[in-house]
C-alpha cells in the first residue's frame, strides 16, 4: 500500500506509557514530513493540549481536536467547528451536580474550565500540561466538550443515565475514569473524510493509529487501521490489524513492516 496520509491518537498511541515521544518516532514521523506525508495528530485533547506535539515533532500538519468537533490546518487556523448548545451544557452541568457532585470540565474552543478543582482534574492537568480556567459562561455560543472524571464504577453509572436521561449526544468513556461528552454528529472519522476531501486524497491511501474505543471509528474508516496491542480488548477484537505497544515504537513497526502487507 501506497499512504500519502497518517492520522495518529495522541494519549495511548503516539505518547508511551510515560506520556512522552519516543526519538524513533520522532524519526520516522519527520521523515514523513520530508517526504510531504502529513501525520495528523487527531484526538480528544482540546487544541491548547496538543500544539505542543507538534513543535516536538518538528511538523506542520492539520490537526482534529474534540474527536473531530474542531479541526485545524496546518496554520493552526479553524476550519471545521461543532458543538452543543449552552443551554444542552447547563442542563446536563445541573444533573451531573445534582446526582453525582462531580466535578464538570467545559471545553470551549481553546479553553478548558471547572466549576471546582479536585484529584482528579489535577491529574488531567498533570498530564496535559494545562491549567483551567474558573468556569465562565459569559459570552460562550456553543460547547465542544464537557468532561467527567471520576472513579470507574461511578462513571459507568453516569454514562447510563445520561444516556437515558438525554438525546443528541455522543457520550462515551475515553477511558475507565473519563467520560466525554460531545455532539452526536462529531466522530474521528467524519474528520477524516473532511480532511482527505480539503487534502484530495482518498480514503484507501491513509493510516489510522489508536488504542481506545473512540478510536473505533477511524480505524475502521482508513485504508489501513492499526489497534495498539496496549489497546482496549474491544478494540483489539473490532480491528483485525494490530501493531506493537505504545512502549514498544509500535506506530514505526507497522509503518516499516505492517503497512505494505
Known sequence: MTYKCVFSDIDGTLLNSKHQISEKTKNKVQELYSNHIPFVLVSARMPKGMHYFLDELQIKAPMVSYSGGLILDENQEVIYSKGFSV????????????????????YVEDKWMVDEVDEGIEEE??????????LDLNGVKKVHKLLVIDDAMIIDRLEMSLKEKFSGLKI?????????IMDESVSKSSAIQFLCDKMKIGLHQTVSFGDNYNDLDMLLLTGKGFAMANGAQGVLES???HTLSNDEDGIV???????GE
Open 87 to 106: 443551554e444542552m451544557a447547563k442542563r446536563l452541568f445541573e444533573y451531573i451536580k445534582y446526582y453525582y457532585q462531580i466535578p464538570v470540565s467545559f
Open 125 to 134: 492537568s498533570r498530564i496535559t500540561g494545562l491549567k483551567p480556567e474558573k
Open 253 to 259: 513497526y507497522a509503518l516499516d513492516y505492517l503497512v
Open 172 to 180: 462515551y468513556k475515553s477511558k475507565a475514569t473519563y467520560l466525554e
Open 239 to 241: 480491528i483485525p490489524t
